[in-house]
Structure formats: C-alpha cells, structure tokens
C-alpha cells in the first residue's frame, strides 16, 4: 500500500517537472516562431513603404457638389428630351441609345469639372508641400526602377547617344538632378552608350517629376494621377437606366477607390492621322497587335510596324487625336472579355454592351488574334450540326466544327438561313455567335428581336460593328467574335458563329491598308487579304476527346454580285472553306425559299456527321433532283413532252416544293427525313406544291400518334432495310388514307 502511495507521488512530481519545463520548451517554440512571422510581416511593411506613392488627392470636394446641382438637372432635362424625341420616331433603341448619348456627354461634363477641380486643389498648399517632401523619395524609386529596354539597345545601335529627360513641375534641388544623371550615365555606358541628359520644367505637370529613358516612362506626376482618375471615371461604363444622382454617387466612389502611386510606361507621339489610321514614333518595343492609348483616352491597335514609324488603327472618335498627341503603350496585346455573361447582349466589337442593359461583368479575356488550334488537337467532323432546313440538313449537312459559306446576291435570303440555324440551336447546348459587320443598325435590331422572340437569345451574343463604324471596328469584329467562340470551345463546349458578312469585312479591310499604304493587289485587295480570311476561318474546328471535344462551327457569308461567283473575294473564301450553300436569286425570285441552288452547293465534310437514315433518303433526293434539273432546262421552252418525261417533272417539282421552307420554322431531322421520303416514294403526288409543309407536318402527326414503331425508326436515324421501308411505307400510306376519309367525313 505504502508502496504504491510512493509511486504516485513520484509520478505526481515527475509530471510537475514536465509541466514546467515541458511548457517551457513549448512555449520557446511558439515565440520563436511568433518572431520570425513578426519580422517576415515587418519586412514586407518595409518594402510595401519603400513603394513610393503621390499623395492622396485631397477629399474637398463637397464644394463641388452644389455645382453636380446643374449638371444633374441637365442629365435629367437631356434624358427627357431624349425620350420625347423617341416617342415621336416611336422606337424603343433610338430612345436608348439617345438617352445613353446624352447621359454620357452630362458624365463628361461632370468629371472635367471633378477633374479640374482636383487640379485646382492639388496645386495649392498643403498639397504642394506634402509633394515637395517626397521628391528625394521618388528620386531614389526611379534610380532604383531605371532600366534600359530592349528598344533602347536598338536605337543605341544606330545611334551613339539616349535622350534621356527629367521634367518637373518646379525646379529640382541640383542633387536630385545629379545622382539621377549619374544613374543614367553609369547604366548606358555599359552597354557602350551615353546619354544626352535634358533637365526641364513643365508647370502643367502641377507637381512631382517624370523621368523618361528612350521611351520609357517613369511618371510621379500630379498630372498623371489626374489622368489615371479621369481614365477610371470615363472607364465606368454607363447604364441606359442611370439616373443623375447615381451618376454622381458612382463618380464620387471611383475618387473614393482610386489607388495611387506611379506610373511606368513607354511613350510615342503622333506623327500624322488620317481616318482612322494614325503614324507614330517612339514606343520602341511595341508588338503588332498590342493595345496603345492616346492622351486624349482614345485606343487603338498596332497594326504596322516600320523602322521609323508605327502604324496603328484608332478604335471610336479618333478626331481628338492629333499630330504631336502623346501616345502610351497599355502592355497589352488587344483582347474582348469573353463568356457566359456576354449571352443574351449586343456588344461592339471591344466586348462593350451596346443594348443599354448595363455593364458586362466577364472575369475572362482573350485576345482576338489567335493561333487555330493545331492538326494534333483537331478531330474530324463527326457530329451533325443541325440548321432545321430541309434543304440544308438533306443535301448540304453541315458537321460540327466545320466552316460552310453561304453565298449569293443580296436579299436572297443569306441571313434568315443563318438565323435560322441559330434558332435551331435551341436546347441543344450549342451557344451562338451572330457577328453583323457593316450592317444596318435596323437589320440587326430586328435580328436581335426576332432571336429574342424565338427564345434565342439566350445562348446567343451578338457582336456588331455596324455600317456606321469605322473601319478598324469593323475589321477586328469577326476576331473578336471568334475569340469568343472559342472560349466555349475551350471549356467544352460547342459553339456557331456566324459572319455576316465577309465581303464586308474584306471592304473594312481593304479601306484600313490602303490607308496604311499597303500596295493593293486584284481588285484593290491587300495581297493578304486571303490570309485574313484563311486565319479567321481556321480558328473554327472540332477538337479531340482530349482537348475537351469542343467545336466551332463557322458560317461566314459572302455577297455576290449577279450570281459572279468566280470573284475574288467568293474565290477566296470558297477555297478556304468545307463547301458553300449558292442561294440564288432566280430561284429566290420564283417563290423557291429557302433559294438553295442544289448543283451548286456541296458540303465536302458534312456528310459524315449525316445520320444513316437522312443518308439513304437524301441520295435519293439528289439523283432525282439532278434527273429533273436536266430536263426541265430542256423543255423549258416545249409544251410537247411525253408522259415519261412529264412525270419526271412533275416528281422534280413537288421535290423542290419540299424542300421549300417558310422562316423561323426549323424542323427535326426525323420529320425532315419523313417528308422526303413520302415525296421520294410518290406518296405526295396529290399534294398542291403550296400545301407541302403543312403535309408534312399533318403526317408527322399523325405518325407520331398512330406508329409508334416506325416513329422510332425515323427518331433513331438508322439505315432502313428494305422490309422496314416497306413497313414505313405502309403505315404512311394508313396515315393518308385515314386523314382522306376524315377529310371526306
Ligand atoms: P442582304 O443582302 O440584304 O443581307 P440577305 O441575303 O441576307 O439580304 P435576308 O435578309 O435573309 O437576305 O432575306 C431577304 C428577304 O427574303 C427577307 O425579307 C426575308 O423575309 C425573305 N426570306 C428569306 N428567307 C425566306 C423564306 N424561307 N421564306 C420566305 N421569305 C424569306
Ligand atoms: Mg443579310
């Protein structure tokens, strides 16, 4: 007993001792660890100050806001007149789009005025001495920052000398301007260069200094800052919706967020401008294709890269850009959000919202020009892609991730067929993509309203760049689309996207080279021309298993003139792409519509992602249909024709009859299969050439209600044997009979 009273004290006191000392050890461990995170988090403070920023503008501007007052009451009075003014030409977008304009010039006003005042604030004291005590600050940043670019190595090639300059809104103490001269001497002598060092002062910069190497930009200017706040504020996008006042809550909050700092950037200047297209210099190690802004916020896209001189397209009102404007690289190639939030809007072709519906919030972009996707990561063209057009989904099948042309003169039905094939789309998954290029404003508001009616616009974003855009917009809007058309294919999925249409584009195009001085080629056509086809339609494809299996399928539109479809630009996209539905206006203009010329159209991958079924009834279709275009072109002008040949005709024209379609009708591709196989086996025979669709839909009907077995048949798609066909044929013929004695009753 005694003993074990003894080994409980003796473990009480050995878990006292590791208590102790236990808690010690722990404890050690726990502090040094809370050090070391101490000084990681002091260490990272210090770097975070070693940043340095101007300032914070200050926040004074409640005396501004009685000013708002009268701007407000203008944006009200503008956005009334507005709608006064719609309500007289009675249509809804003109009201929008008029409102939106002048809420937008109201917003301009009112942030030169935030602007200016802020200018006006920051150039008095204390402002100016909280600037000052910062210099020494800036200049260690910038002696820290100054790097010499790949640019600058080029130009010291040619070159023995770097203008290098130091502008500030105030003299500089002489010690500033020396070690940042000293920096600079030092970093280009290495490279066996010196510089030619200019020390200015600008009183427009209202404070802090800017230090340029080559081209490049180290800006710790009050200006700037002003800039960068302007360009935020005008970057809000508008709603069509917005009242004054929240117009005004937003551009106070966009003060309240603007972060500061500095900025680092490579500048150039505008040589010359002419429509829409401007020459610069500077800018040393711009990239075709990147994104540059000029002073005025303007934005454009290099397009042209010469040893002297950069040419470059300007996107919206390029009148603000002159000769001798400022021009800044953004340090991005151009690009469009892309996504799902962009399904169901009408968007420019820089991705912004063109319906009045607010601001598209898309977390992804892409760049417009893309590489298509390479041989290895494509798969061939497998799997139907439905338009709900019997003559199409028969004689011309169109497969997924295939690029097929619709071509013909004007009013020939070339859209409605394509919107057609987006309706259909409906509940299949497939997203859409309807790009109108050099288009009326009218056609693609009717197009939207007829999608949105069919429910189609949902899954569909519409990218216009209309006749009224300029060039350059109209030239990048097919890449923007097709940007984002792949992202869907990229996550998966499939997409259509149609370009309506590419002679235009071709037209934008070669307005934007001959501008840049491009020599012109056959019909005044950049020698590229081709290429800018080639590399837009290749970008549609069918990706492997592996990629995804995602698709793009293309439908680019080609107008012809008078049926000339040896021209350059049809030759081009012809040749580019998997076969072409030829509409013709002969056809068009006897009543035949959808206009689809049968001899002239192929589909050179379509036919594998037929169903078997369609396959079997539609090569029927075609053989009889060339039999009858044969003859009839014969007897055009005889009335004498043997019965034989008669009933080949009459068979012919009750075929074409079946093939004609009215619009926004899209059939399934069994009911497309039935009717052409009633046609093809004489069961129609009776049928008035007008009465045919609705035929064919009295007999699906019917099918459907009374023959389950063969409905299945046709729901399946597969090959019918002969008994089967038979059987079909049989149950048809019931069909028939049985809506003759209803009829009769
Ligand atoms: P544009 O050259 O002006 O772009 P387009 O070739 O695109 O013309 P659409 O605008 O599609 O032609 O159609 C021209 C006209 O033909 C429209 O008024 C349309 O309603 C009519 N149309 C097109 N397809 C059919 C059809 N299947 N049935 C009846 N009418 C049709
Ligand atoms: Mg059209």
């Not at 001798?324 to 072709?349: C, F, H, N, W, Y």
């Not at 350059?568 to 206006?585: E, K, M």
């Amino acid at each position: 007993m005694l003993h074990f009273v003894y080994s409980i004290i003796n473990f009480l006191i050995l878990a006292a001792i590791l208590v102790v000392f236990g808690r010690k050890a722990v404890l050690s461990i726990f502090r040094g660890r809370r050090e070391r995170i101490g000084k990681a988090l002091d260490e990272a403070e210090e770097t975070a100050s070693r940043t340095v920023s101007l300032p914070e503008i200050p926040e004074a501007f409640s005396d501004i806001v009685p000013e708002s007052a009268k701007v407000e009451a203008e944006a009200i009075r503008a956005a009334a007149e507005a709608e006064v003014l719609a309500s007289q030409k009675r249509t809804e977008d003109t009201s929008l789009s008029l409102r939106r304009e002048m809420l937008a010039d109201a917003r301009s006003r009112l942030i030169d005025r935030i602007v200016a005042r802020a200018a006006e604030l920051t150039a008095e004291e204390p402002y100016q001495s909280a600037i000052r005590a910062k210099e020494a600050d800036y200049a260690a940043e910038i002696i820290r920052r100054m790097e010499i670019t790949p640019g600058d190595v080029a130009y010291l090639r040619h070159h023995d000398q770097l203008y290098v300059t130091l502008t500030s809104a105030h003299p500089l103490p002489q010690s500033i301007v020396d070690a940042i001269g000293a920096r600079a001497e030092a970093m280009l002598s290495e490279i066996g260069g010196k510089p030619s060092y200019w020390v200015k002062e600008d009183p427009s910069l209202i404070g802090g200094f800017r230090f340029r190497v080559g081209d490049t930009v180290y800006d710790f200017t009050v200006a700037d800052r002003l800039y960068q706040l302007r360009r935020d504020l005008e970057g809000r996008e508008l709603r069509g919706d917005e009242d004054a006042d929240a117009l005004i809550r937003d551009l106070f909050e966009g003060i309240a967020s603007m972060d500061g700092g500095i900025s680092e950037f490579q500048l150039g200047r505008v040589l010359s401008v002419s429509d829409g297209i401007c020459w610069m210099d500077g800018l040393a190690d711009i990239m075709y294709g990147e994104v540059v802004e000029f002073e005025g916020g303007e934005r454009g896209m290099v397009l042209d890269i010469e040893s002297d001189r950069i040419g470059c397209v300007i996107y919206g009102r390029y009148e603000r850009v002159e000769s001798g404007t400022k021009v800044r690289r953004v340090g991005q190639i151009a690009s469009v959000p892309v996504g799902e939030s962009l399904l169901g809007r009408v968007v420019d072709p820089l991705g912004a919202a063109l319906d009045g519906k607010g601001r598209i919030f898309a977390s992804e972009r892409r760049p417009i020009e893309c590489p298509a996707p390479s041989i290895p990561d494509r798969a061939a063209v497998s799997r139907p892609m439905h338009t709900g057009i019997r003559a199409i989904d028969a004689l011309v099948p169109i497969g997924k991730g295939q690029r097929e042309l619709i071509i013909g003169d004007r009013q020939t039905g070339k859209t409605s067929i394509a919107v057609d094939a987006i309706i259909n789309q409906k509940g299949t998954g497939t997203v859409c993509i309807y790009v109108a290029i050099g288009q009326k404003d009218s056609t693609v508001m009717e197009i939207r309203d007829r999608l949105t009616k069919y429910g189609a616009m949902d899954y569909t974003t519409i990218v216009c760049a209309p006749a009224s855009a300029s060039a350059s917009f109209q030239y990048i809007a097919p890449f923007a689309g097709a940007a984002m058309a792949e992202y869907f294919m990229h996550e998966g999925r499939d997409a259509l996207i149609v370009y309506d249409d590419l002679s235009k584009h071709a037209v934008a195009y070669r307005e934007l080279s001959l501008l840049l001085g491009r020599p012109s080629g056959r019909e005044a056509y950049p020698g590229d021309v081709f290429y800018l086809h080639a590399r837009l339609l290749e970008r549609a494809a069918q990706l492997s298993p592996e990629n995804g299996g995602g698709s793009v399928t293309a439908l680019p539109i080609i107008e012809t003139q008078a049926g000339d479809i040896s021209a350059y630009i049809p030759t081009n996209v012809i040749s580019i792409t998997d076969g072409q539905i030829f509409l013709d206006a002969d056809l068009f203009n006897e009543g035949q519509r959808p206009a689809v010329n049968v001899g002239l159209s192929v589909s050179r991958v379509g036919s594998a992602a037929q169903t078997k079924l369609m396959k079997q009834v539609s090569s029927r279709l075609r053989m009889d249909l060339a039999q009858y275009r044969e003859l009839a072109g014969f007897t055009q002008f005889g009335s004498d024709v043997d019965a034989a040949t008669r009933r080949v005709l009459e068979s012919g024209r009750r075929m074409m009859a079946a093939l004609r379609q009215r619009r926004f009708d899209p059939l399934p591709d069994w009911k497309q299969a039935l009717l052409i196989f009633a046609v093809s086996e004489g069961l129609a025979d009776g049928v008035a050439v007008e009465d045919m669709e609705d035929f064919g839909e009295k007999l699906a009907e019917r099918l459907e209600a009374k023959h389950p077995r063969e409905t299945a048949w046709l729901l399946a798609g597969g090959k019918l044997s002969n008994e089967e066909r038979g059987d079909l044929r049989a149950a048809l013929e019931e069909c028939l009979s049985e809506a003759g004695e209803t009829e009769a009753a």
